[in-house]
């Protein structure tokens, strides 16, 4: 944790100013970060990845994301689900032939789910993959996809039998940046998360090998990731409080240097509760994260929590972000006057939509606790 935290602190950080104003890492950042292995957190040592435990990479997506959130978004899709499908389900060939690079970062790999009209209900995807001489086609369009316009492989899901409306008619494919059809258009617009591109995906009879499904038979692949999503979904919750650390220490400061009516704003009670309750709050989910961190790695199943974990450490942030604001008063609301504020207040909004929205979660959860 210590060389991250040294990353964070020295570099990252000190190039966030930049990083918002040409809306990109400055290549020599991303080269750091692959030199010191941070595309390969949870890629198995077999493959030349760190192979990191949940709870490691809890620890380690804490330290990184206490920077601008785009820092963990350029190396997170080489070590979250993006890459868990091929990591279970891939052929030898296939591990062997991407692992390595993806761990390295010398690849950089995105999750094709998310669709126009397939979001929180990932099984109403429009995409389709028909099988043709020996292989499979592609069609359709996937939106907000994280990194997809420079990405080097995606990892596709799309429906491979279209009389089958459920999970089980959907498939992932391993398809390379380059395969004719695949097209990404300019990335979005955004409120933040400044230097992390997003774009749509656009599929146009695009032809891969049979190699390529996950699993090797249909349906497979999409199983696997979802099994997967308990792993990513404590990821997002320790990625929402590193952040929320971030923009407290920033409070911290500004309370001791900043006066009114003579006094540092640090002596007005109702302005150290906002600081107390922030930290209460950020304490709490690191508890809760880090405890379900440890349930997965002994092999408990986790997925209640893990629902849990990511509900209330996005709820969390967006309440330190709001409260931090408030202590900054208008020096947070500029992005020229109140440092780091306005640019973390806005990355972290889309922590309550990304992987499923806290209204999604609120319903699983309620759906687990009456199954059980």
């Keep these: 944790m210590a060389d991250i935290r040294a990353f964070v602190r020295k570099l990252a950080i000190t190039a966030e100013a930049e990083v918002v104003a040409r809306n990109v890492i400055p290549e020599p950042l991303v080269e750091e970060m692959r030199q010191r292995g941070y595309f390969g957190w949870s890629i198995p040592e077999s493959y030349g990845g760190a192979g990191l435990s949940t709870e490691e990479l809890a620890m380690a997506n804490m330290e990184l994301s206490q920077a601008a959130t785009a820092f963990r978004a350029r190396a997170g899709t080489n070590t979250g689900i993006d890459v868990e499908g091929l990591i279970q389900d891939g052929t030898e060939a296939k591990k062997r032939k991407w692992l390595p690079l993806l761990a390295s ?89 400044a230097g992390s591109p997003v774009s749509e995906v656009w599929l146009k009879d695009v032809r891969v090998g049979e190699d390529s ?45 900043r006066k009114q009516f003579g006094r540092p704003i640090a002596d007005f009670q109702l302005v150290q509760a906002m600081l107390a ?75 309550r939509l990304h992987k499923g929205t806290s209204q999604i979660h609120l319903l699983n959860i309620v759906k687990r606790m009456l199954k059980q």
């Excluded at 998310?114 to 359709?140: H, I």
């Design 105 to 193: 970062g010398a690849v950089t790999c995105c999750l094709a789910l998310t669709e126009p009209e397939a979001g929180s209900d990932a099984t109403a995807l429009r995409s389709s993959a028909a099988p043709e001489g020996g292989g499979w086609v592609f069609n359709g369009t996937k939106r907000y996809i994280t990194n997809a316009p420079i990405a080097d492989m995606f990892t596709v899901f799309a429906r491979t039998d279209p009389g089958d409306r459920s999970s089980r008619g959907i498939s992932a494919f391993l398809v390379e940046r380059g395969t004719p059809g695949l097209s990404t258009p300019p990335e979005h617009r955004k409120m933040g998360q």
């Design 277 to 351: 309750e922030s930290r209460v709050e950020i304490e709490a989910a690191r508890c809760r994260v880090m405890e379900t961190a440890r349930k997965r790695d002994a092999g408990v199943d986790v997925t209640t929590e893990a629902y849990i974990c990511k509900y209330f450490a996005s709820k969390m942030c967006g309440r330190v972000a709001d409260r931090v604001v408030q202590i900054f008063g208008g020096a947070g609301y500029c992005a020229d006057i109140g440092g780091p504020i306005e640019m973390l207040y806005h990355d972290v909004r889309l922590f």
């Design 213 to 257: 499904m996950l699993g090797g038979v249909p349906g497979q692949g999409f199983v696997t990731a979802m099994k997967a999503l308990n792993k990513q979904r404590i990821n997002l919750a320790a990625l929402c409080i590193g952040p929320a650390i971030r923009m407290l220490d920033e409070a911290l400061r500004h309370m001791r240097q």
